[in-house]
C-alpha cells in the first residue's frame, strides 16, 4: 500500500494506528470547539480588567471575524501545499496564542492575542473536514464527515463545563491555557496525516481574492455585529455595509476570471447549491438562539449547574446522532436527509417556544435533543453535498465552505436575534405587560420563529433538489 506523507514529509504506512491518528485529529480539532469555555469566564474577565459589559463582545468579534475572513483562503492554501501542513502550522499557532490570551495583561492586549487566536482557528478548521475525510476512503466519505460533526460537537458540548471549573480555580486564564496541552499533544504526536493537493505544477495562490474576501466578509459580519447599537447614535454598521458590499461584489468578478480561483463562482448559479449554503446559514442563525436567549430563561429556573447541563444536551445529542447520520446520508443520499434535518431542527426549537418556568427537565431535554438530532444530520448532508460538488483538488475549500457558512450565521444570529427579541419585548412592556411577562412573551415568540423557519427552509431545500439536481 502506498505510504502516506504527513507535514514533516516523512512516510508512514497509511494503516499504522488509524484509530489513534483520528483520535489526535479530532483532538486537535476539538481547540476550536471548546472556545465555547471563554462564554463562561466573561463576568471574571470583565470584573478584572473593570470593563463595562458590553464591552465583552469583542473578546468574541476579534476571534470570529479573524477565522471567518480567512477560512476559504487557508482551505485554498492546504488544497495547494497540504491538508496536513495547514493543520499542524494551526496547532503549532494556538498552542502560542492560547498561552499570550492567558498571560495577557491589558484588555488591549487581549484582544490582540484574540485575533491571533483566530488565526490558530482558521487554520484548524479550514483544513479539518478535509483531512477527516481523507483518513476514509472516498466511498466512507458520508461516515468520515458524521465523525467530524460528533468531534465538533463533543467539543462545544463540553467547553461550558471545563471552563466553569477552571474559572472557578485558577481564573479566566485557565479558559486559555487549558487548550495549549492539548493542541501540543496533537500537534507532537500526529504521524501519517494524508496529503490531498492540487494536481500540476502551478500553484498560484489568488491574493487578489482572498484579500477581498476577507475585507468584505469582516465588514460584513462587523456589520451585523453593531446593528443593535444603531438606536444608540453609533452608525458604525451603515459605514461598514457599503465596503462590505463593494468588497464581495468586486470578490465575485475577480473570481468569476481568475485562472485559478479560490472558490468557483459558478457552482452558486445552480439553485439547490446556493440555496443549501444558505439554508445552513439561516439554520444555524435560528439555532442560536438556544445558546443566546436560553440561558436567560434556564439559569434563574434551574440553576446554573442544572441549566448548563440541559444546554449541553443538544450539543450531546448531536454528538450521538452524527455518526448514524453519517450512515443514513451513505445509504438514502444527502439531498432529503438535509431537509429532514431541518424539520427536526424546527420541531425542537418550536417546542422551545412553549416552555413555561414549571416545565419539566425531561421536556426542556426532549426539546433540544430533536434540535440537536436534526443539526447532526442537516450538516452532514449538507457537507456531503458541498464535498460531492466540488473535485478532490478542492476538497480543503469545500471544507471551508461549509465551516464558514455555519460561523456566518452564528455571527449574524448574534445580532438579528437580540433585536427580535427586544423589539417583541419592548411591545409587550408597551402593552402593560411585566418585566417577567414580557421576556416570556419575546422568549416563546423568538423561538416559534425559529421552528418555523427551520421547517420552511427543509420544505425549500427538498422542493429545490426535485426540481433541479445538484451540481
Not at 471552563?163 to 493542541?183: E, K, T, Y
Request: proline fraction near 6%; glycine fraction near 10%.
Amino acid at each position: 500500500m502506498a505510504p502516506a506523507v504527513n507535514g514533516n514529509a516523512t512516510a508512514v504506512p497509511e494503516v499504522a494506528w488509524p484509530r489513534l491518528r483520528l483520535m489526535l485529529v479530532g483532538l486537535g480539532i476539538s481547540v476550536v470547539p471548546l472556545d465555547t469555555a471563554v462564554n463562561i469566564a466573561f463576568p471574571d474577565i470583565t470584573r478584572s480588567f473593570g470593563l463595562p459589559i458590553p464591552m465583552i463582545q469583542w473578546v468574541v468579534i476579534c476571534y470570529v471575524l479573524t477565522h471567518a475572513g480567512l477560512m476559504l483562503a487557508f482551505g485554498r492554501v492546504g488544497d495547494m501545499w497540504s491538508h496536513g501542513r495547514v493543520f499542524r502550522a494551526g496547532l503549532l499557532w494556538s498552542v502560542v496564542a492560547c498561552l499570550l490570551c492567558a498571560a495577557a495583561p491589558s484588555f488591549g492586549w487581549l484582544l490582540f492575542f484574540r485575533f491571533l487566536q483566530g488565526i490558530g482557528a482558521g487554520l484548524i478548521i479550514s483544513c479539518a473536514p478535509a483531512l477527516v475525510t481523507s483518513l476514509y476512503p472516498e466511498e466512507r466519505r458520508s461516515h468520515a464527515l458524521g465523525i467530524f460533526t460528533l468531534m465538533f460537537a463533543l467539543g462545544s458540548a463540553v467547553g461550558p463545563l471545563i471552563g466553569g471549573a477552571l474559572v472557578a480555580r485558577w481564573g479566566w486564564p485557565g479558559v486559555f491555557w487549558f487548550r495549549a496541552p492539548i493542541a501540543l499533544t496533537a500537534l507532537l504526536f500526529l504521524r501519517g496525516l494524508p496529503v490531498r493537493s492540487s494536481a500540476g505544477p502551478d500553484r498560484h495562490f489568488d491574493i487578489v481574492g482572498a484579500v477581498l474576501l476577507a475585507i468584505g466578509l469582516t465588514s460584513l459580519l462587523l456589520a451585523f455585529n453593531t446593528l443593535p447599537r444603531l438606536k444608540d447614535g453609533d452608525y458604525l454598521a451603515l459605514l461598514l455595509l457599503p465596503v462590505a458590499a463593494a468588497s464581495l461584489i468586486a470578490f465575485v468578478c475577480w473570481e468569476a476570471r481568475a485562472a485559478q480561483p479560490i472558490v468557483r463562482i459558478e457552482l452558486f448559479r445552480n439553485a439547490p447549491f446556493a440555496l443549501i449554503n444558505l439554508g445552513w446559514s439561516l439554520i444555524n442563525l435560528v439555532a442560536f438562539s438556544v445558546m443566546l436567549i436560553g440561558p436567560y430563561f434556564l439559569v434563574p429556573n434551574l440553576g446554573l449547574l442544572k441549566a448548563s447541563l440541559v444546554l449541553a444536551s443538544g450539543f450531546i445529542t448531536m454528538a450521538v446522532a452524527s455518526p448514524a447520520a453519517g450512515t443514513v446520508v451513505a445509504r438514502l443520499g444527502p439531498r432529503w436527509m438535509a431537509p429532514c434535518g431541518a424539520l427536526l431542527t424546527g420541531v425542537g426549537l418550536f417546542s422551545v417556544g412553549s416552555w413555561q418556568p414549571d416545565t419539566s427537565i425531561d421536556l426542556m431535554l426532549l426539546s433540544l435533543g430533536l434540535h440537536g438530532v436534526g443539526m447532526g444530520f442537516f450538516q452532514v448532508a449538507y457537507m456531503e453535498l458541498v464535498m460531492a460538488a466540488l473535485p478532490l483538488a478542492q476538497r480543503g475549500v469545500a471544507g471551508s465552505l461549509s465551516m464558514l457558512t455555519r460561523t456566518i450565521g452564528t455571527v449574524t444570529g448574534a445580532a438579528v436575534l437580540m433585536l427580535g427579541f427586544q423589539a417583541i419585548a419592548d411591545a409587550a412592556r408597551a402593552g402593560g405587560a411585566g418585566e417577567e411577562q414580557a421576556f416570556l412573551d419575546a422568549f416563546h415568540a423568538m423561538f416559534r420563529i425559529a421552528g418555523i423557519t427551520a421547517a420552511l427552509i427543509g420544505v425549500l431545500v427538498a422542493w429545490s433538489a426535485r426540481r433541479r439536481a445538484f451540481p
